[in-house]
């Protein structure tokens, strides 16, 4: 595909752990690229495909659909025009079930798969049906369900508040409901300090008694059960407070009650983003100019999930970022886990 001239554009939908070397090998070869989220695996190579996108003047839409929503639209104008005064607080909720990880024997990988390729930059290991199937509760491929689920709320979040770097991160969480072998948490509570503006975000994986808006709501005139919605938004602000779908599930506004009764202040009902998503990517490949979620957006959005997922890792380590490098400031021991070591020849180069 690299190498065929009539191709202009891929999609890259592996598993996360090739997300960015798979976007720079298509930029490289000329390709536009539609890369499903998450953006990439660490910090370091996140950057390194923001890069080549710009070298190669290629147009890269990262997945993260809801920047493509007519109601979101609508949503950040609301904000700018300040009607819901100041935020100062945006809650980010991820809460869902998903069976545990158990690594079960290894074995020979089934005949159609080049097991070898699959794995790519990933530390070099036995084919594990598990893994195969079940990637993203392990390190060495992916960042957990904040990266592969979370960051569709994190995203939306950050572009609402119109924040790009955390000057602090901490998260404190972990394995606290399973006897599996899931490595990454199943409970996770991280808070990003902005300018005037507390970002945190929540996530449980062992309750599904929380709801993900379903077609009803993402195709129709009805809003979630906010208190019980698993991927839902708040926004606090002075005058009111917006809950926020992904994906959908549109917004309300709430202010001050009325003698106990809820008073519904603005709403706007929700559709499903894929397709204006998807359209919005072939417009720019025509037109070249950027899409609307650009890759560096994307890029900001999973550095939020990767300052978060070291912090949890290194035991709720407060991290202090310098916006300029997006890099870790002194502390070597979280820097060690800004880059992977990458496995030869799936190498991610420092020059593109």
Not at 57 to 73: L, V
Not at 215 to 242: C, K, S
Request: proline letters at 7%.
């Amino acid at each position: 595909m690299l190498t065929d001239a009539s191709v202009d554009a891929a999609v890259v939908a592996t598993p996360p752990h090739w997300h960015a070397l798979a976007t720079i090998l298509c930029c490289r070869a000329g390709k536009d690229v539609y890369c499903e989220k998450p953006q990439s695996h660490n910090c370091w190579e996140g950057r390194q495909a923001v890069e080549a996108a710009r070298k190669y003047e290629r147009i890269a839409q990262i997945g993260t659909q809801n920047r493509s929503a007519p109601y979101n639209f609508a949503a950040k104008r609301y904000l700018e025009q300040g009607k819901l005064g100041r935020v100062h607080l945006c809650r980010v909720f991820e809460q869902c079930y998903e069976a545990d990880f158990s690594w079960g024997p290894d074995s020979d990988p089934p005949g159609t798969l080049d097991w070898n390729m699959w794995n790519g930059p990933a530390p070099e290991r036995l084919y594990n049906k598990a893994i195969h199937t079940q990637w993203r509760q392990l390190w060495d491929y992916a960042g957990g369900q904040m990266a592969y689920q979370g960051i569709h709320q994190l995203d939306l979040a950050r572009w609402l508040c119109g924040v790009d770097y955390p000057s602090g991160v901490y998260c404190s969480g972990g394995r606290f409901n399973t006897q599996g072998d899931a490595e990454t948490p199943d409970t996770q509570l991280a808070v990003f300090e902005f300018p005037q503006l507390i970002l945190s975000y929540e996530q449980t994986v062992y309750t599904p008694y929380m709801l993900r808006s379903d077609d009803g709501i993402r195709n129709g005139d009805i809003f979630p059960h906010w208190p019980q919605n698993a991927t839902r938004i708040e926004l606090y602000g002075e005058l009111g407070v917006m809950y926020m779908g992904r994906m959908g599930g549109g917004w309300q506004v709430y202010v001050r009650p009325k003698d106990r009764a809820p008073v519904v202040k603005d709403q706007m009902y929700g559709r499903y983003p894929d397709p204006p998503h998807k359209e919005n990517f072939v417009h720019a490949v025509k037109s070249r100019q950027r899409p609307n979620a650009d890759i560096e957006e994307g890029h900001r959005s999973m550095l939020l999930v990767h300052y978060a997922n070291i912090s949890c890792r290194l035991g709720g380590r407060k991290l202090r970022i310098d916006p300029q490098t997006e890099q870790i400031l002194d502390d070597p021991e979280a820097m060690n886990l800004f880059r992977r070591a990458y496995r030869q020849p799936w190498v991610v180069e420092e020059n593109m």
